[in-house]
């Protein structure tokens, strides 16, 4: 095992530490909104809280979905435990409150950004076009090549068909 592998394991480990460190007090939680469909929009964390925490859904300063998982029914269309809401209305002012005792963090995160990467165009995420028109090229190219090799093979059968009848009607017979 040389130093550099070594070190580069080390630096790794540490690196994984600290993403996990920071995750478990919630400093690296986010929250966005995307509208749906039907004009409803959902409330999205980055990732799932610490269990020992408590948390609740506040609207402009208003409990929504308290620490114990009661819903305010009025405005909350759907709850899925601690990661999404769904209300019935594009609002401002959804926040998301952690209170983690264990670790003393305290920390509201607003839902005020739009979740993204998008392509609002298509609908896809920016990084499925590349990956999609890379398949459809792979795809035709196999395709073109399979359709190249059936007219070579075509070709050759016609010119040895071709000869062959040229040898018969000349009366070149040759033995094998």
């Known amino acids: 095992m040389s130093l550099g592998l070594a070190l580069k394991d080390i630096l ?19 929250c966005c909104n995307k509208v749906l469909r039907n004009n409803s929009v959902a409330y999205l964390l980055s990732e799932a809280p610490d269990p020992n ?17 009661e819903v305010d029914m009025r405005t909350v269309l759907y709850h899925d435990k601690d990661r999404k809401i769904i209300l019935g209305n594009n609002t401002s002012g959804v926040v998301y409150r952690l209170e983690c005792p264990h670790t003393g963090v305290s920390k509201p995160v607003n839902c005020t950004d739009p979740c993204v990467p998008e392509n609002p165009e298509a609908g896809l995420p920016f990084w499925k076009i590349p990956f999609i028109v890379l398949i459809i090229f792979i795809f035709t190219l196999f395709i073109s090549t399979i359709c190249c090799m059936c007219k070579k093979r075509e070709a050759c059968c016609e010119k040895a068909e071709s000869a062959h009848d040229f040898e018969l009607t000349t009366g070149n017979l040759h033995a094998r």
């Open 12 to 30: 790794t480990y540490c690196g994984v530490l600290v993403c996990l460190v920071m995750s478990i007090d919630g400093s690296m939680l986010t």
């Open 53 to 69: 925490c408590t948390t609740r859904w506040d609207l402009i300063n208003r409990v929504i979905v308290d620490e114990n998982g």
